[in-house]
Nanobody
Framework: QVQLVESGGGLVQAGGSLRLSCAAS????????MAWFRQAPGKEREFVAFISGSGGSTAYADSVKGRFTISRDNAKNTMYLQMNSLKPEDTAVYYC?????????????WGQGTQVTVSS
């Protein structure tokens, strides 16, 4: 069982920056692919960014490409999302998720979410 805990959310003005963290339990953190998702009020949860177990492969939603950077520190069992040039439309609850590298289906483990609010 993997437990994920997000932190780092808050209120920021448009154009500002935030860094989210996702701390994972367990001793095989690098055996899990990780991702960030977000859900805005009244909208479905959407993919934000992905990172492979080693951190060597990443992918981003078009809406955040060039502004957000996903990374991970396997020695600290932690994943990050650096968010720059934030826009009001980035306002959402941000969730981290993980699944074993061998898995092909949906993500197995989810955090409780952290609120990000961007004011105009």
């Amino acid at each position: 069982q993997v437990q994920l805990v997000e932190s780092g959310g808050g209120l920021v003005q448009a154009g500002g920056s935030l860094r989210l963290s996702c701390a994972a339990s367990g001793r095989t953190f690098n055996s899990y692919a990780m991702a960030w998702f977000r859900q805005a009020p009244g909208k479905e949860r959407e993919f934000v960014a992905f990172i492979s177990g080693s951190g060597g492969s990443t992918a981003y939603a078009d809406s955040v490409k060039g502004r957000f950077t996903i990374s991970r520190d396997n020695a600290k069992n932690t994943m990050y999302l650096q968010m720059n040039s934030l826009k009001p439309e980035d306002t959402a609850v941000y969730y981290c998720a993980s699944k074993p590298l061998s898995a092909r289906g949906p993500y197995d483990y989810w955090g409780q979410g952290t609120q990000v609010t961007v004011s105009s």
